[in-house]
């Protein structure tokens, strides 16, 4: 049983609507040798390590209130310091179903709409929810919300802080957010850095004019793929000043973390809800013909949110830093911080940690389904392990939405101890690495949420196994070790 909800994480009241965003007119300067476009920076960084607003998007919908649990409680555990606004949108409104999260029982429930209240019941104590209605499209496409719920919030209750950071609810702390404090010799990607950014630039210190985020493998296609003018205004916009995928690859290949100035936010927001329906009207006319949607076979393209964002940020005057050691995500992509996770000599899967001093990703990303053989072996094409030779996996989509609410529903499965150094490849390595961490830390963040939430008893059986059954699509539980064991026992 779920005790009440204690006041933590308390409703941000809507205010009057926010100043009008300072009307910045940048310029798009093109450097013909190299076709970089160069940023025009408006202003000095703020301090280093000067507080930061942490910011998260979620719709109100179970799926990504177990998400969203995780990632406050792995802030806490590594000791971010900052505190977090978590928009929720649609608490009003039923949702679209999310294709990737599989149904757990007979009733489903990943899509079903959160009570009010819960959303209160986070572990971390500087968490405030400001709630957002449902963005007019997202029935179309749930992503919809991402751009939507920033605007509503910077419209509604800005930031007092100078520095913002937007992140994914799947994405999970491994060390803290910094700014201004991390040496250069200690951040990847500076070497890839575009060679016309000043190396006074070459910092993870957000600017007026110029932000830092994940380098991601979106390269420039949005130069080619979408009508900037279009979308965004002709030149002299610079969303419009880019030559070429290229040119537009050196500071708009990004997705989250992203940290902001806070001079910028009014700016992106607007600009970033303003282009995302032309984008997304784009991207469905180029794929889909005149049908559209209305074809059956039509897909639509899930990160199409960033590359409305990479428009925005365009046409806004607003760069970026691109770094590499925010995030793991891909196991086989590289421009991310892979090379701390290669230097482990060792790690228990059951206890998986970095020595003492060591560098870390600061976040794991879970985007992808993670899959790793017990005996070290390779996956087959379908991820499916030799005979008798234990699979295991993890994939937000098969965690069951409604693990958080239920004080009684079991734990996860640990994997074996050895999983990951039983490897024998790089990419197994990765695998096993992100299987490892992502269990421990839904179950670390489990115990801490039912201690707080939960009255005494409740489950604390690790017997909850993440390997979805084709047939049912129900997440298996591992036979007659699933039973209550309260906590302690």
């Known amino acids: 049983m779920l005790l009440a909800a204690s006041p933590v994480c308390a409703a941000l009241p809507n205010a009057a609507a926010a100043s009008k965003n300072r009307k910045l007119a940048p310029e798009a300067a093109v450097d013909a040798s190299s076709n970089w476009v160069l940023p025009t920076v408006r202003g000095p960084p703020s301090g280093p390590n000067e507080p930061l607003r942490l910011l998260v998007t979620t719709e109100c919908n179970f799926y990504q209130f177990w998400q969203a649990q995780v990632l406050l409680s792995s802030a806490l555990d590594v000791g971010q310091p900052d505190p977090v606004t978590h928009i929720v949108v649609g608490c009003e409104k039923t949702h679209s179903a999310h294709a990737e999260a599989a149904s757990h029982s007979a009733a489903g429930g990943a899509d079903n709409i959160v009570p009010v209240d819960l959303w209160r019941s986070s572990v971390h104590p500087n968490c405030s929810i400001h709630y957002a209605p449902k963005s007019p499209h997202a029935t179309t496409f749930p992503w919809f919300n991402k751009p939507w719920a920033v605007r509503h919030w910077a419209r509604n ?21 910094t700014q201004g404090v991390r040496p250069a010799s200690q951040m990847l990607g ?13 910092s993870d210190q957000p600017r007026p004019g110029l932000a830092v985020a994940q380098k991601y493998g979106l390269g420039g296609q949005w130069v080619n793929r979408f009508n900037a003018s279009r979308i965004c205004g002709a030149a002299p916009s610079p969303c419009a000043a880019y030559p070429d995928v290229s040119a537009a690859e050196g500071f708009y290949s990004v997705g989250p973390p992203y940290l902001w100035h806070a001079a910028d936010v009014g700016l992106l927001a607007d600009a970033w809800w303003s282009g995302m329906k032309p984008a997304f009207d784009e991207d469905i006319a180029g794929r889909c013909g005149a049908r559209g949607l209305d074809d059956p076979s039509c ?28 995030m793991v995500s891909s196991v086989e992509t590289g421009g991310e911080a892979w090379d701390y ?16 001093g ?4 600061t976040l794991v990303h879970a985007c992808q389904h993670y899959v790793a053989c017990a005996d070290g072996s390779a996956p087959a094409p379908d991820n499916s392990c030799g005979p008798d030779v234990p699979r295991w996996n993890f994939h ?6 409604d693990l958080f609410s239920k004080c009684d529903e079991p734990l996860l499965v640990e994997p074996p101890d050895d999983l990951f150094n039983v490897q024998t490849s790089r990419r197994g390595r990765h695998n096993a690495f992100m299987v490892c961490q992502l269990t421990t830390l839904v179950n670390r963040a489990l115990r801490a949420y039912r201690r707080k939430n939960c009255a005494p008893g409740w489950n604390g059986a690790e017997c909850l196994r993440l390997d979805v059954d084709p047939a049912t699509r129900f997440t298996r539980r591992s036979g007659g070790r699933c039973k209550l064991r309260s906590e302690g026992e």
């Not at 060591?358 to 990703?361: A, D, E, G």
């Open 157 to 177: 209750a800005p930031p007092t802080e100078r520095i913002v950071v937007l992140l994914d609810p799947d994405q999970f702390f491994l060390a803290p957010i």
């Open 190 to 202: 500076l070497d890839r850095l575009p060679s016309t950014l000043p190396k006074h630039l070459h």
């Open 299 to 326: 897909q639509t393209d899930i990160q199409l949110d960033m590359y409305a964002y990479d428009l925005a940020a365009s046409s806004s005057g607003v760069a970026h830093v691109q770094l590499e050691h925010f």
């Open 341 to 356: 996770v290669d230097a482990l000599p060792s790690m228990s899967c059951r206890s998986p940690s970095f020595p003492t």
């Open 358 to 361: 060591s560098l870390r990703p």
């Open 396 to 401: 937000k989509g098969h965690v069951p939405p």
